[in-house]
């Protein structure tokens, strides 16, 4: 019903002569398949199966290639962005949930959650070249943009492990609060900011001293603090504001990044769980697990413009431009 | 409903969180000697009782693998802290002695023990001079009165009480509006407390008892149980039936049988439980498989019960980087601490009796079918103190 100058896109189509056709893709863990979106137009392209359990979802820096953890395929399947087909499977380990790509997109590092590991693999080799020991239930793992540094949180540790990434050994813990979730560095590397599930909380952290900046502490009204269930967590490149998944209490927070003051809470679909930005930044969409949809948030207006129907439970979220 | 009492409380704990959040700390890696944070786990053998059906094995080690588990997790955690959690179980035959295997065995040795024993022993255990600088990690009753008048400032409760389980019920049938009840007493002591916490529950949340019988019939009701439970059950009409059988010497037989067709809960049928097999919410898959990978079989609420145990040890042991009694136990029941439990919600002691404050799920055999406190319930400070004593109603009185 939407019109699109509505959403103010308009002006930016214009200006790239063209009709802006970027890509959202969507894995949906219980249809064990990936669905397909036009979030211009909001509309569904087409669905199609990937593997069991799909999870984790991450595109390559040169947008050829999706890497998607189907979890009860115990594999990492690459997937043609273009073609959609598979073309080739990276060595995971057991139940593949998250994992992380390196800037140059040469390394990935995955999360073992039940053996307490994170695997290195050598992307263009497809071959796991180590396997580094962390706490109990790694999830959470990101590398920073400076290439410098691999987090992995340890969900029932409660601890994030720095791994260097030039000998792939951990060189320092941080205690944080319970059950940490995801993490997402700053564009210039010198914050990390970490998402507990449990205290519902948001901890920033100074990269160089790793000591605490900040706790922010979600409450949103009308919602009781045991909702407040933070998981997935981006930052614009300006460090203007963070963005912070609420998980069950079907929000999205805004956080101002300058500040650490929470802005707004943005009312989304349901569970929702991980984030992504348009390649512009102009937008963010959200994958909601229980509401089966994804959310798209305009971020000049800082509104939520429209939702569109994926599939049975959504779970990762990539875009290509 | 809530005296103000509790709303001052309420934020005045706010307060003292946002001061306390101790995140952040950072542990460089280190060469020096480990922290060693020993643990003692305490249990005596049993008998294995009359089997109502061949269906479930006799399990004889519940509670120990979930000390394990939680003590090589806490473990995994000491190789970054520097510090090491060791695990010595002490298992007293049927004819020894508890509390000569205490006072030789333990008491000074240990100031964490993870006691898995009936609620007589675990008094006499607690009341024993020596076990006064010593935290008891209680992880097989449910009494309530172990809560209330009779509680004790060294033991802490890690299983639902009794209460809980049957409050839980109690909003489940209120949601379903199943208002009356018939309830189904068995002959022991325990199924006596049982059915007093039901009526607790129907008080609380406006439910009636509208009729209430003892099981008189025979136990091995394989042959019979047709006959007995129809004519057992001809009483005025009720919406559910509730079960006090803790044993489940009879209550397996009331579903499908009963005069009128209405459903079982309680003890047989809908369950309340701290966990159950059917439960994979919240990273509980997780959790079931590791036991399951660990030990060869399912884990029952004393293996959840004792793994909370060595977890609640660990995450006070990590927070306060102390291996000694007072920093560990003032962290245990205070405000800060927050167990991952794989229920959704954190996990704490409740300041006035030492109970665990957590959800408590109503399961079927095959499935679950709700996750208490249920949506609706609410509180002043946490919805999951709907369940069971709160502090305005408790009776105990160490912590004043």
New interface residues.
Partial sequence: MMKRNVLGLCLFATLAGQVDAETVFVTLEKDNALAVVDPIDGKLLKTVPVGQRPRGISISPDYKYLYIATSDDNTIKIIDANSLKEVGKLPSGEDPETFALNPAGDRMYVSN??D?MVTVIDVAKKKAIKQI?V???PEGITVSPDNKWVISA??????L?WIDTKTSD??????????PRALGFTADSRQLWVT?E??G?L?I?DANT???LK?V?FAAQGV???KI?PVGVVIDKERKRGYVALGPANRVAVVNAQTFEVEKYLLVGQRVWNLAFSPDQKRLYTTNGVSNDISIIDLDEQKVTKSIAVGTYPWGVAVKP | MRSINLFFQLIVKFLLL?QL?????????SSKAKQIINIAYLTQEQAPPAALSNLDPFIKDKGLPGAELGVA?NN??G???NQQFVLKAFIVPLDGNIIETFDKNIAGHYQFVVANLPAAELQKLADLPSAKPTVLFDVATTDDELRNGQCRSNVLHLLPSRAMRADALAQYMMKKRWSKWFLVVGPNPEDRLYADAIKRAAKRFGMKVVAEKAWEHTFDARRTAQSDVAVFTQVDDYDVLVVADEQGLFGEYLDYRTWLSRPVIGTQGLIATGWHKTHEQW?AV?MQ??FK?KVGRWMEEQDYGAYLAA?AIG?AA??TKSNEFKPVKDYLVSDQF???GYK???LSFRSWDGQLRQPVLLSAPRSQVAVAPIEGFLHPK???DTLGYDQPESQCQWSK
Avoid: C
């Fill in positions: 959650e039940d307490s020991k706490g109990v239930e340890s969900e029932t540790t409660n601890m492990h951990i060189t320092d813990n941080t205690l944080v609060d319970p059950r507990s449990m205290a909380t901890m952290l790793r000591q605490l706790t502490k009781t603090a045991d269930q | 946002t959040v101790t995140a952040g700390t950072v542990y460089a890696a997790d995994t955690t190789q970054f802290t990273g997780q498989n590791r990978d977890r995450e990590t927070r927050a167990l991952q959704g919600n954190p946490t919805e999951l």
